[in-house]
């Protein structure tokens, strides 16, 4: 194709999306590639010089595009990319308490079992307790605690659900119980501010928030809306799940949330008919994490065969079997707790962390 006959075609795709204001400079080579300058004014969608760039592209014969972006209004200079927004000033509120993050570096380590039992073993120690499920990917705690009603809103304020003396708030309370949950990050942090400052929570001794698996959305949104006064991580014994929740530990460090310590799930298995213990998976690596950290392993949580049945049934099973070896070890766990936050002020947030 010849050069002026591709200028031509070029001149025509712009023309159809454009105006003659828009583009200045053009020039099209003898190989196919294409420049030219494109002038945006404050009334164009910052989409439209993208647009022009794809009208180009798509044309046969083209082998490349450059453009260069210019400010109408500042005399035809290069457009700077906006300053990126301030990220939000976190709120103390200490109306919800001890606020309390429960993470995971990795899925499928116990995180929701430990912050269901952990909250309803504070209740029953006779705290006033919310728990809050931001885990918005995979909300289990509304069939852990055996609620799935649509909460009501009085006055503006949603009213959260109640169970075993824990008021809870979860998506899976809003959502349809097989609606995917295809969340971007504006969305999340709007849903988990929602969840902290729409919600009569009323005045609490504890707030657990469980989170999803990871160091993503919703931690970052977590920190930046609310002051936490510590984190719990939850792992499990192999190396793999250590690792993971190393890297979930070292996020809060990294916002200026202190660990307040390491809770080792299906740390072993005390047989029911022998009472023999038994290490299932590699021992010692909550011990190992919790060292490496230097803060204390807060509890061992054993496996126990029945406890998934009762948590189908919506019983955490510190309220189902209290006094089964899980159930012991979840009720010692939230003791430990109670002593380790006691003292505990809101974690102030470093400036310049991640957004």
Sequence with gaps: MSRPHLQSLVEQALGAITQPRHVRDLLVDAQGAVSFTFVLT???PASLARQARKAVESLPGVTGVKVNVVDAANGGARASAPAPPAPPTADAMPALGKVLAISSGKGGVGKSTVSANLAAALAREGHRVGLMDADIYGPNIPRMFGRNE???????KIQPLEAHGVKLMSLGFIVERDAPAIWRGPIIMKIIGQFLRDVAWGELDYFLVDLPPGTGDAQLSLTQI???HGALIVTTPQEMAVGDSLRGAKMFERVGVGIVGIVENMSYFVC???????EVFLAGGGARLAAELGVPLLGQIPLQAGMAELADRGE???????????????????????????GLTPAVPITGAPR
Excluded: M, Y
């Design 150 to 156: 649509k909460p009501e809103v009085q006055g503006g």
């Design 226 to 228: 609310v002051r936490l």
């Design 42 to 44: 404050t009334a164009d």
């Design 272 to 278: 029911p008919h022998c009472q023999t213990r038994s």
């Design 316 to 342: 955490p099973i510190v309220v189902g079997q209290p006094d089964s070896p899980a159930g012991i070890a979840l009720r010692e766990l939230a003791r430990t707790v109670t002593a380790r936050t006691a």
